[in-house]
């Protein structure tokens, strides 16, 4: 009897362990098992708050010509009460309901319904069904990359409206910018909501689902980590790309037609924006495929940080910008304008061939040339939940050498360029560069956690050779 339940007691032992080796191995991915209070205060303050930034800074611009200090003060002094300013606010319409409810249908029936023709005549075009990454379970899930081709067909039938057809005017999307604020945010709480049902219900794979019992922590970052409904839809990415960023580009052309209609020309400004922002919209198609590697993608659950995120924040507060040169019109000198211009390709190009480094590394396993030189790594390795090995390369040349994250430098300087455009006059359009050096900031300490659990002393090794961040010799 004493050795059975002795037995008994290493058994369970062992089956104990073996749970603490899941979550250790797991926790190397995604977000955190268990919330610390810090965490939790931050989840809240976004839940409560991020609305409401939103709607201030479209209502900003609505009704105080994008002042950020004149609603303020109106409420401080008496001038105005909250009442007045939601009052004065458009509401939602049936119209603008039923042209988003058609613009989100038509994304779905491009992402679900059409497979990719572009990789057929597009030379260095990758679409198509591709694999992901390897999840925390050890999945490997197939995507049908066609963004670029949903982005194209979207574009040609706008201009084809503008041009020939005329069913509606170009400026539909800043006619009803608010009335579709509230549609957005319908959409993005009950994505949010649903994603969350479905991971404590019927998730798509249970080995890839955290559950920390707090419900606002779960609901914020995601149970799931790659919700799924049938063979394609993939919750992550199509929300990530469309409908929102697939409309950006849309959103500032009609915010381009708007500044047409008011004042009777399309100021340089308002072309660099369109340029700028659209050289990015179409580098995130373009390399689509390879969106399928980065953080988002291979770390990030679905949930209201993502699925709101996606429908609200991104659409409405990426395009400052050209919404701000609707109300303040900015003719850039010259040489001004010119230089905002190579501040912004310049971003692009850094971004962008930071990435092909790396991209071009994990495609040839280091068998490659960059700089014309055969790259320098630290090699390293991590467990997958089922206990699988594995093998990883860290580069430590080109770009990568220079700074941890140097394509986030890239990736500023383009940001930095869009808000230069618009001029000094107010602080609104700069909401961008400085969310953006947050956002990027803490993306960079949050993947190094995240490296640092994964990939144990190999990481340190690579920070030491690797010092910086950001900015060589600075961060």
Same mark, same amino acid.
């Given at each position: ?262 004042? %009777? ?41 993502? %699925? ?5 924040? =991104? ?23 010119? %230089?905002?211009?190579?501040?912004? =390709? ?92 947050? =956002? ?36």
């Amino acid at each position: 009897m004493g050795a059975h339940q002795e037995k008994k007691l290493v058994e369970e032992r062992k089956y104990q362990n073996m749970q603490n080796d899941t979550k250790t191995s797991q926790g190397q991915w995604g977000r955190a098992w268990e919330v610390d209070w810090f965490s939790l205060a931050s989840i809240l303050f976004l839940l409560m708050f991020a609305p409401l930034i939103v709607y201030y800074f479209i209502m900003s611009c609505d009704q105080y010509q994008c002042s950020l200090t004149d609603p303020l003060l109106d409420l401080l002094t008496g001038k105005k009460h909250l009442s007045d300013i939601w009052n004065r606010t458009p509401m939602l319409t049936y119209r603008a309901a039923a042209i988003y409810s058609l613009w989100v249908t038509f994304q779905v029936f491009l992402y679900v319904s059409i497979p990719d023709f572009c990789h057929k005549f597009l030379p260095g075009y990758v679409g198509g069904v591709q694999d992901g990454a390897v999840t925390p379970a050890g999945a490997v899930n197939k995507y049908e990359i066609n963004g670029l081709q949903a982005w194209i067909i979207t574009h040609v039938l706008w201009f084809a409206n503008a041009y020939c057809f005329h069913f509606f005017s170009p400026t539909i999307i800043f006619d009803n910018w608010i009335p579709f604020l509230w549609c957005a945010n319908i959409l993005g709480y009950a994505v949010s909501t649903f994603a969350m049902i479905k991971g404590y219900f019927f998730p798509t794979n249970a080995k890839d689902c955290k559950i920390t019992g707090n419900f606002f922590y779960d609901y914020m970052m995601g149970i799931e980590f790659n919700p799924r409904i049938g063979k394609w839809f993939d919750f992550k990415l199509f929300f990530n790309g469309r409908p929102g960023i697939v409309a950006w580009t849309l959103i500032n052309l009609s915010f381009a037609a708007k500044q047409q209609e008011l004042y %009777g020309e399309v100021t340089n400004s308002m072309i660099l924006v369109n340029v700028l922002q659209g050289i990015y919209v179409l580098d995130f198609f373009w390399n689509e495929a390879w969106y399928l590697k980065t953080i988002d993608i291979c770390h990030d659950h679905f949930g209201w940080y993502l %699925g709101w995120g996606d429908c609200v924040w =991104l659409p409405y507060l990426y395009t400052l910008q050209g919404l701000y040169l609707v109300y303040h019109p900015v003719q850039l000198r010259t040489d001004y304008a010119l %230089g905002i211009l190579m501040l912004g =390709l310049l971003g692009y190009y850094i971004f962008r061939m930071t990435n092909h480094q790396k991209d071009l590394f994990r495609r040839t396993n280091g068998n490659c040339r960059i700089w014309g030189k055969k790259p320098e790594y630290i090699e390293c390795s991590y467990m997958s939940v089922d206990g699988t090995k594995y093998y990883s390369k860290l580069m430590t040349s080109g770009f990568w050498g220079w700074a941890r994250h140097f394509n986030y430098t890239g990736d500023l300087m383009g940001s930095l360029a869009y808000c230069l455009a618009c001029g000094f006059e107010h602080v609104l359009p700069y909401f961008y560069i400085i969310y953006m050096t947050i =956002l990027l900031t803490h993306r960079c300490i949050r993947d190094e956690h995240r490296c640092s659990s994964k990939y144990g002393k190999d990481w340190k090794c690579y920070t030491a050779v690797v010092p910086y961040r950001l900015l060589p010799g600075v961060f």
